[in-house]
């Protein structure tokens, strides 16, 4: 039984963490989406809001789950929950140079291994904090997120 975690801030999840998320489920038996958040930062979105966003977009999938975290290292995470491997995507080189040393730095804490899985190429452009940047000034983030997230973040980001 081989059991990945997937960790991020997910505020919000977008449909890169979902194809992700989605292979990750494809290759392991169980996949934990971590949620890690510092109490003390306010994000968009409240932890269990993400939480709700992550399970409506994976309900279609039995070993699927997303739980949060606060303040916790993530070797601590991935202890507690009997993940053995951390699974991550690479949108490109930025995106592996960000994530190298923090792979390199887990593995040296207790010799856990990170997996990398190459983004889909048409979702490269997509992340949570441009998709919050581009929906606040106007623009249509269809497809970049689901409908439900698009129209939260149209009815809660303040528009210039
Ligand atoms: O979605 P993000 O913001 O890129 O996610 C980053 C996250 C939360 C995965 C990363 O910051 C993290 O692993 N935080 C846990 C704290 C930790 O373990 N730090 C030291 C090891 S690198």
Do not use: W
């Not at 949060?68 to 690479?90: E, H, P, R, S, W």
């Amino acid at each position: 039984m081989q059991r990945a975690l997937c960790p991020g801030s997910y505020d919000p999840v977008t449909a890169g963490h979902v194809d992700i998320i989605r292979r990750a489920a494809t290759i392991y038996d169980e996949v934990v989406v971590a949620v890690l958040h510092n109490p003390a930062k306010q994000g968009t979105f409240a932890v269990e809001e993400r939480l709700a966003f992550i399970e409506e977009e994976t309900s279609d999938l039995p070993g699927v789950r997303a739980e949060a975290f606060a303040n916790q290292l993530l070797v601590d995470v991935c202890t507690q929950v009997g993940a053995t491997v951390i699974l991550k995507g690479l949108r490109g080189g930025t995106d592996f140079a960000y994530e190298m040393p923090m792979a390199l730095m887990n593995r040296h804490l207790t010799g856990i291994e990170t997996v990398f899985l190459p983004g889909d190429p048409t979702l490269e452009h997509v992340s949570s904090s441009l998709v919050k940047e581009v929906c606040r000034l106007g623009g249509d983030v269809t497809g970049m997120v689901s409908d439900r997230v698009r129209d939260e973040l149209i009815a809660r980001l303040p528009r210039p």
